[in-house]
């Protein structure tokens, strides 16, 4: 079945550092991929996506892009803020029978702490 | 809009008690989902509905859970004769047809069986 892993956490790094969040997943046909991100206290929230293979999605200085290849969807940011601070998920949809995604999969989550 | 709403936000429950859920969808999000998250996992996919019909339930969803939606509006997710195994955060979003636009979640439900 369907499945995303994403590197283990927590990541804890200093205000204005390189972030990268490693993703790979396995699922058969064309997945579309997103990051959500999870505040304290809040639901999740939808980063950014990718539809189709070496499509780059960008939101808030964060980017990711689709490589089928090594079936990866690694997000970056160049500088992180204390305001970035949350869990981070990876996940994907897959076109089921009959045409339609609804359903995601999502990884474990990484939790991302920015210090002053 | 005020987006999705979820309540409660917290639930402690005995084992064995009954407990309901309740979610408001954005109002013209013909689709609702309900995901189950644990500690330290993501969140799994439960069930959904388009407008009223409930279109898929996971093997997740044992006979002791059933979630509703009638009239398409709001969903209620009930779980009977609760069990420890059911502490979670009980997730729920919706959508509109056409899913590349993306879910909206709400906060959700924390539950709590002691």
């Known amino acids: 079945g369907d499945s995303v892993t994403q590197m283990e956490g927590p990541v804890t790094l200093s205000e204005e550092a390189f972030l990268t969040i490693n993703c790979t997943y396995t699922a058969t046909g064309y997945p579309s991929l997103f990051w959500y991100v999870q505040y304290p206290g809040e639901g999740l929230q939808l980063l950014l996506k990718?539809?189709?293979?070496?499509d780059k999605g960008s939101n808030k200085g964060f980017e990711a892009t689709y490589r089928k290849e090594t079936t990866s969807f690694h997000l970056e940011k160049g500088s992180v803020q204390v305001s970035d601070s949350a869990v981070y998920f990876c996940?994907?949809?897959?076109?089921?029978?009959?045409?339609?995604?609804?359903?995601?999969?999502f990884g474990k989550g990484t939790l991302l702490t920015v210090n002053p | 809009d005020t987006g999705v709403s979820q309540n409660p936000r917290h639930k402690i429950t005995k084992r064995g008690q009954n407990v309901t859920f309740r979610c408001d969808p954005i109002s013209e999000h013909n689709r609702l989902y309900w995901y189950r998250q644990t500690l330290g996992q993501g969140p799994e996919f439960l069930t959904y509905?388009?407008?009223?019909?409930?279109?898929?339930k996971s093997r997740l969803l044992s006979d002791r859970f059933s979630a509703e939606r009638p009239k398409g509006s709001f969903s209620t997710l009930e779980i009977q004769r609760t069990e420890q195994g059911d502490s979670a955060m009980y997730l729920c979003?919706?959508?509109?047809?056409?899913?590349?636009?993306?879910?909206?979640f709400g906060s959700g439900t924390r539950l709590t069986v002691v």
């Open positions: 979003a919706s959508s509109l047809q056409g899913f590349y636009l993306g879910y909206t």
């Open positions: 990718a539809t189709k293979a070496d």
């Open positions: 509905f388009q407008n009223e019909a409930q279109l898929e």
């Open positions: 996940a994907l949809s897959r076109e089921e029978s009959g045409g339609s995604n609804y359903k995601l999969t």
